[in-house]
């Protein structure tokens, strides 16, 4: 029996659609609750590849609400690209899974994206979001936006060149709340995801970018059970897009600060270093031999100091969570990862 056979005989995917998606390979950037329910189900659907990137490491808090990372993961703080990977390879082990954990910016977007046919957005916050778009559309690949807050989702296929990109969405539609302010329902996470998947694979597989799925932002509300598709218009004429229409990619261009680097996303900081440069985690661990909760693995070290939770990466960069101040994180990053 063929593998597929189900979504096989459904007619317009076909054996051609099949095929197709089989030789394709989708980035999957941020594996929160969108990129790990996107990620899950291309692999179950028999996608080529997949590349996952995340910059964090499994908490009990994400389980509610993220696909197949468990407990344990969350006891032994491990890093999401790496956990998924390995869930990934048991449910379909003919798929090439790749798990980076890095901190996506100008310096690797490009290289994250050589090889790969579709791009979906699994992150959190505008300013990746921005870099994903101005990378997808210099490079002229398909990228599938998602956001989620409270009982609302948010899903649209941004074809380069063709529809609008998200800096012409951004423009003219009400930006979705962080998920902070509102809380998120579960639900919420599988609907939008599963259309995200369902664009991705469209974008894949369909050659014509008809209108009932590319070019709109499809709305939808799991709570009161509503969905809609608004027209997105490529921003052209007097107040040209700075990105699609006239081709100017400052997020991509954006100048590295020197000295460590200060990133604030609601309450989670990231400091990274000047240079990229592996640490000796051994060292870290170390230096934090008076502090009582400490976890490491070959990837990180994690400790909890109060209310603050710290993890260091092999690659230099730290993690600061449940700080008040963005400077009591440079503290910390100064005190064990200080020369
Ligand atoms: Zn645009």
Excluded at 158 to 179: E, I, K
Excluded at 220 to 233: F, G, Q
């Amino acid at each position: 029996m063929e593998r597929f056979q189900k979504q096989i005989a459904f007619e317009p995917l076909g054996s051609k659609g099949q095929e197709v998606l089989s030789r394709s390979k989708a980035l999957v950037v941020g594996l929160g609750g969108l990129g790990s329910h996107v990620a899950e189900m291309l692999c179950r659907m028999g996608i080529g590849g997949l590349r996952l990137v995340d910059r964090d490491y499994v908490d009990v808090t994400n389980l509610h609400r993220q696909a197949l990372y468990t407990e344990e993961d969350a006891d032994q703080v491990r890093p999401k690209a790496l956990a998924l990977r390995e869930r990934l390879k048991s449910i379909n082990s003919r798929v090439a899974v790749e798990g980076k954990v890095w901190h996506v910016d100008a310096s690797n977007v490009t290289r994250l994206l050589k090889g790969v046919d579709v791009v979906i957005d699994g992150s959190d916050n505008l300013s990746l979001r921005f870099l994903l778009n101005e990378a997808c559309v210099r490079a002229g690949k398909p990228l599938v936006f998602g956001a989620v807050a409270g009982s609302q989702g948010y899903a649209m296929a941004v074809l380069p060149g063709v529809t609008a990109c998200l800096r012409c969405l951004l423009s003219q539609n009400t930006v979705p709340q962080p998920v902070r302010d509102t809380g998120l329902y579960p639900p919420t996470v599988r609907v939008t995801s599963a259309l995200q998947c369902s664009l991705a694979v469209q974008a894949l597989v369909r050659r014509k970018p008809e209108k009932a799925w590319a070019g709109r932002l499809h709305v939808l509300d799991v709570w009161s059970v509503e969905m809609e598709a608004i027209s997105v218009a490529r921003r052209v004429g007097s107040d040209p897009c700075p990105v699609c229409v006239r081709g100017e990619f400052e997020w991509l261009s954006a100048e590295k600060p020197t000295g460590p680097q200060v990133i604030v996303d609601d309450d989670v900081v990231n400091i990274l270093p000047e240079r990229k440069a592996e640490v000796d985690l051994n060292v870290i661990r170390a230096r934090l031999q008076r502090v009582q909760h400490v976890k490491a693995n070959e990837y990180l070290v994690w400790a909890q100091i109060g209310d603050v939770e710290m993890a260091v990466f092999r690659d230099g960069r730290m993690s600061v969570k449940g700080v008040g101040d963005w400077s009591e994180a440079v503290h910390l990053y100064e005190r064990y990862l200080g020369e």
